[in-house]
């Protein structure tokens, strides 16, 4: 079973950008399909990028298209979401997350049920 750890979770102004990086423990599969959600406060859990560690384009969330890009490092076990141009908006828990030996499809890939293990969650704070 897979541990997935995030970091670069922070405070910053509007206009303002983070990297945010999930480290897997182990991968027992060379394909999966990883993730990044968010929470932001009072709402439900809603998915911002995913992509297939195989191969293909990511998939994002339309209000963060242009602005964050999702990527990965297989040596490193490791996906980043780089976030620029953030705005208030952007203020949420955000996780990572995968599903082990799959890959990710475009009706699915923003779907909680996809994904079976889940890192704890990094903060990101924007003010206005």
């Known amino acids: 079973q897979v541990q997935l750890t995030e970091s670069g979770g922070g405070s910053v102004q509007a206009g303002g950008s983070l990297r945010l990086s999930c480290v897997g423990s182990e991968f027992l599969y060379r394909n999966n399909c990883m993730g990044w959600f968010r929470q932001r406060p009072g709402k439900e859990r809603e998915g911002v990028a995913a992509?297939?560690?195989?191969?293909?384009?990511?998939y994002y969330l339309d209000s963060v298209k242009g602005r964050f890009t999702m990527s990965h490092d297989r040596a490193k076990k490791s996906v980043y979401l780089q976030m620029n141009d953030l705005n208030p908006d952007d203020t949420a828990v955000y996780y990572c997350?995968?599903?082990?030996?799959?890959?990710?499809?475009?009706?699915?890939?923003?779907?909680?049920?996809?994904?079976?293990?889940w890192g704890q969650g990094t903060q990101v704070t924007v003010s206005s």
């Open positions: 992509l297939s560690t195989g191969g293909g384009a990511p």
């Open positions: 997350a995968a599903r082990e030996g799959g890959t990710c499809l475009s009706g699915y890939w923003f779907s909680r049920d996809t994904y079976n293990e």
